[in-house]
Nanobody
Framework: VQLVESGGGSVQSGGSLRLSCVAS????????MAWYRQAPGKERQLVAS???????NYADSVKGRFTISRDNARNTLYLEMNNLKPEDTAAYYC?????????????????WGQGTQVTVSS
């Protein structure tokens, strides 16, 4: 599975951005997809996730401002970000979880995109 993000950029506080992540390869094996972010000097943290069944989960810091969605027909994951704040500044990474199920075992693989930078100025 290959993931390519786009849509990052620089905005002022209160602005909006929409991130996209296009998946290719064995996309039918993808289960949950998610957006993570990593600010300089900090650990990578989960921003939002969405299952194949469209169940979503958000970090408390982005609830009510960010919306995650996926278009399985286009193999694309989105993150709509509104009312952006300077503390949202980070590199944003797309993640795809793949479950490979056989008779003997179930294995989980995680794939990552290259990241896209989001910078919010006050």
């Amino acid at each position: 599975v290959q993931l390519v993000e786009s849509g990052g950029g620089s905005v002022q506080s209160g602005g909006s951005l929409r991130l996209s992540c296009v998946a290719s390869g064995r996309v039918t094996d993808i289960n949950t997809m998610a957006w993570y972010r990593q600010a300089p000097g900090k650990e990578r943290q989960l921003v939002a996730s969405i299952t194949n069944g469209a169940s979503t989960n958000y970090a408390d810091s982005v609830k009510g401002r960010f919306t995650i969605s996926r278009d399985n027909a286009r193999n694309t994951l989105y993150l709509e970000m509104n009312n952006l704040k300077p503390e949202d500044t980070a590199a944003y990474y797309c993640n795809a979880e793949v479950l490979v199920v056989t008779i003997e075992t179930t294995r989980k693989f995680n794939y990552w995109g290259q990241g896209t930078q989001v910078t919010v100025s006050s």
